[in-house]
C-alpha cells in the first residue's frame, strides 16, 4: 500500500551542481530535516526499477518497493528554477505519469526504506555468488562496508550522499577484480550529455560518409562506363557493305 501522511503533502525541490534534485521545503517540517534531504526524479527512478529487473529471479517483493517511497508529481516550475511537488497517492510502480520519488526515512533504522536497502542488499549479494564463482562466498557485511567507506568519503568532502547514490551503490555493486557482463552503465547520463551527444551527431553528419561512397561509386560507375565504350568503339570492326557474287 502507499504511504499515506496527511502533513505530507507538498515541497520544492531543486536541481544542485551534481545534477541530482534536492529538497529546499517541505509541508512538514516538524518530521523532515531537509538539510541534506534529496528526492529522485523520474528518470532516475526508472533506471532503478532498471537494475531492480535481475533481483525478480532471486525473490524481489516489489510491494517493499511501493512502501519505501511516497510519490509526487510536477504541479509548477518557479521562477528560482525550483519545481512545486505535490503528493499523489498512485501507486510509484503502476503510474502512467512521471513521479519523483521520496523515500521514507522518518526511521532510518527500521522504516520502509531501510527495508528496501536490506531487502536488494542480500539479493544483490545472491545473485553475485550465483553468477561468479568466488574463492570464498560474497557476504552482506562486505556490501554494507562499501557503501559506509562511499558515505564516509561524501561526509569528509562535505557532501550529502543522495538517496540515487546508495540505491546505485547496491545494485551496480561487483567487487573489485571481478566483472558482470550484463551490469548497466552505473548512472544514467543527464539531459546535457545527451543534448551533446545529439548535437555531435548533428554537426558529424552521420550520412556524410554514406553520401561519399555512393558519389565516388557513381564516379567509378560513370569510368567503367566510359572504358567499356572505348573498347568496343576499337574492337567492333566498321560495317561493310556485302559484296555481290561476280558473275
Known amino acids: 500500500m502507499p504511504n499515506t501522511s496527511n502533513k505530507l503533502t507538498w515541497c520544492k ?3 544542485g551542481e551534481d545534477m541530482n534534485w534536492w529538497i529546499k521545503e517541505i509541508s512538514d517540517p516538524i ?3 531537509i538539510d541534506g534531504l534529496g528526492i529522485i526524479d523520474p528518470r532516475q527512478f526508472q533506471h532503478f526499477l532498471d537494475l531492480l529487473e535481475p533481483l525478480n529471479e532471486y525473490g524481489l517483493q516489489t510491494d517493499l518497493v511501493t512502501e519505501a517511497f511516497y510519490s509526487f508529481g510536477i504541479d509548477e516550475i518557479q521562477d528560482d528554477k525550483s519545481v512545486l511537488l505535490k503528493r499523489v497517492q498512485d501507486n510509484i510502480l503502476d503510474s502512467e ?3 519523483f520519488a521520496l523515500p521514507d526515512v522518518l526511521d532510518e533504522e527500521k522504516g520502509p526504506y531501510a527495508d528496501l536497502l536490506d531487502h536488494i542488499t542480500k539479493l544483490r549479494i545472491k545473485m553475485l555468488n550465483d553468477l561468479i564463482d568466488f574463492a570464498q562466498k560474497l557476504t552482506v557485511e562486505e556490501l554494507e562496508e562499501e557503501i559506509r567507506e562511499s558515505q564516509n568519503d561524501d561526509f569528509l568532502e562535505g557532501r550529502a550522499t543522495h538517496y540515487f547514490t546508495e540505491l ?3 545494485l551496480e555493486y561487483v567487487p573489485e577484480g571481478f566483472e558482470l557482463d550484463d551490469d548497466e552503465e552505473s548512472t544514467p ?3 546535457d550529455e545527451v543534448l551533446e551527444k545529439d548535437l555531435a551527431e548533428v554537426d558529424a553528419g552521420p550520412e556524410t560518409e554514406e553520401t561519399l561512397v555512393a558519389d565516388e561509386t557513381m ?3 560513370e569510368e567503367e562506363e566510359d572504358e567499356e565504350q572505348q573498347y568496343e568503339e576499337h574492337t567492333t570492326p566498321p ?3 556485302a559484296e555481290e557474287p561476280t558473275k
Open 13 to 15: 525541490a531543486r536541481i
Open 31 to 33: 518530521h523532515w530535516e
Open 97 to 99: 505519469d512521471p513521479l
Open 168 to 170: 546505485i551503490t547496491i
Open 189 to 191: 547520463k543527464s539531459e
Open 219 to 221: 564516379k567509378w560507375d
Open 239 to 241: 560495317d561493310t557493305e
